[in-house]
């Protein structure tokens, strides 16, 4: 190891405005180029709309105007505006805000004073303007450092106006997606009826709150009315689809918890109390939630996240009271519809037959191989797992992940250059079977499917899933195309949580190379390689037609720090199962016409 002097003179002490551009992750979580829903750019716009969503939660202001064009965004509220003698430390000095106290902001989301000032630092160009009462200041940064500073009458309404151009110093290039930020919106408005929401001049609006979410989630594929409460402090609705497994939408002072918490905690734990008390009977969690959709929202006025973009509510002190509000609203709904009830009495009693086939079919599978997923043959595992409890490797177990792979030229090229402590790989024997309309007991016949969901140990709840990501990592032709198809119709057929909450990933690898003697490029398009080519003299161009042609030496950079992962995210439930069936389905004379009539 190299002899490096450790003196006073190592040690730096960072202004606020630098620690946020050193390390922004601390503050936004991830980078990205806008082409994941949890991308920076999206947090950047989200804290500002954070501020005008708790105006509109304390009664001052009903509409927010947004605007994103060429990756300039621009958030415009009608509340009350920020103290004008503010306005440059409220956007600019750490620990500077009105969230601090209980009175001015009883149910805010941003308690720390980071986020408007995250999003100056981060940004190229920021712009802040104050209306209040006649007069108005205004303020202009340029990568958080301040530049200009102005104050007028005005007759504009009150209210705030902030601009900002995210940097691509830090972020690289980019792109806002539109249908991103739109479903951030609706988010806002399902939680917030009555707040009015224009994005590029569409208005974005909810009437009932998260009667109205699953409605655009579910369209006409729910079982039964939706069982619908609300009160001051939290709302939910839930109901029941032919599907298997659980899917919930949670969120806390109106933000989006992805990775639920102690009050999705609460409130499964409520669903499962009210319907036995209601029936008198004594069922299990599955038997009651497979198949559920549900959403729940409250309202807390210190809560306490796991990180800075709030994923995850920790907060103890919620169980006890909405456990009881849920089960007391779900007994009372029950009594008050019987078709519900009667409809509801139906699935649960659908629920416990499938199971019971399940279990007889599960029990002849573990004979042939064990529950854990160090028994599976084809399964080249990691040290650290998402379950593991213990804070030693926590970053590992965080980064864990599984490269599902077609066959094992494949597998033995990752394998030979993944990261061991926190890389797995599962090696496919081939074209899966097609799960589309299937029944979940045909994982049991299938040594196939059993193996990988032994592997990612979800047989019993996805909150069991062993690795933070997984991985479909196919040739980039038309097999692995359609082994890619079918992996995703088999988690979505049969594990749809594990796609709805995040964790199922595309890995993209090169499909050139381009060289000459001085320099590689590798190229993830044609149009890519082309520039490539008018930039080497001399070059020579190899096409990979499979991962395993690439030499492990090469491949362990595109499974490393830069490695290029494209998420499977859906719209909606409704219209996610129609396009699955369409494409998946046994409908053979429609997709062959349609085929026909879009071919090019």
Known sequence: MANVNYTEESIQSLSPLEHIRTRPGMYIGRLGDGSHIDDGIYILLKEIIDNSIDEFVMHHGSKVVITVLNNRVTVRDYGRGIPLGSVVDCVSKINTGAKYSGDAFQYSVGLNGVGTKAVNALSSEFKVISYRDGESVSASFVRGKLKKKEENHTTEPNGTYFEFVPDEKVFGPYNYNADYVRARLWNYAYLNTGLTLSFNKEIIKSQNGLLDLLSKELGDVALYDTIHFKNDLCEFAFTHTQAYGENYFSYVNGQHTSDGGTHLAAFKEGILKGVNEYFKKNWSA??????????????????????????????????????????????????????????????????????????????????????????????????????????????????????????????????????????????????????????????????????????????????????????????????????????????????????????????????????????????????????????????????????????????????GDDMRLVPVSISSLKETREVMNFCMGDNTPKRREYIMENLI
């Open 286 to 559: 599955p038997d009651i939630r497979d198949g559920i959709v549900g959403a729940i929202a409250i309202k807390i006025k210190d809560p306490v996240f796991e990180s800075q973009t709030k994923n995850k509510l920790g907060n103890t002190d919620v169980k006890g009271w909405l456990v009881s509000t849920v089960k007391e609203a779900v007994v009372d709904s029950l009594m008050k519809n019987q078709k519900v009830a009667q409809a509801l009495h139906a699935k649960i009693q659908s629920n416990e037959s499938v199971h019971k086939e399940e279990q007889t079919l599960r029990n002849g599978a573990r004979e042939k191989a064990k529950k854990t997923a160090t028994s599976i043959k084809k399964l080249r595992d990691c040290m650290y797992h998402l379950t593991d409890k213990s804070n030693a490797h926590r970053e590992e177990a965080e980064k864990s992940m599984i490269f599902l792979t077609e066959g094992d030229s494949a597998s033995g090229t990752i394998t030979k250059c993944r990261k061991a402590e926190y890389q797995a790989v599962f090696s496919l024997r081939g074209k899966l079977y097609n799960a589309e309309g299937q029944k979940r007991s045909i994982i049991y016949k299938h040594d196939e499917l059993y193996n990988i969901m032994a592997a990612l140990g979800i047989e019993d709840d996805i909150e069991n899933l062993r690795y933070s990501k997984v991985v479909i990592a196919t040739d980039a032709d038309n097999d692995g195309f359609h082994i890619r198809n079918l992996i995703m119709t088999y988690f979505f057929t049969f594990f749809e949580e594990l796609v709805t909450q995040g964790h199922l990933f595309i890995l993209e690898t090169p499909l050139f190379r381009v060289r000459n003697k001085q320099k590689v490029i590798y190229c993830y398009s044609e149009k890519e390689r082309d520039e490539a080519v008018a930039q080497l003299k001399g070059a020579e161009i190899t096409r990979f037609k499979g991962l395993g042609e690439i030499d492990p030496k090469e491949f362990g950079a595109f499974i």
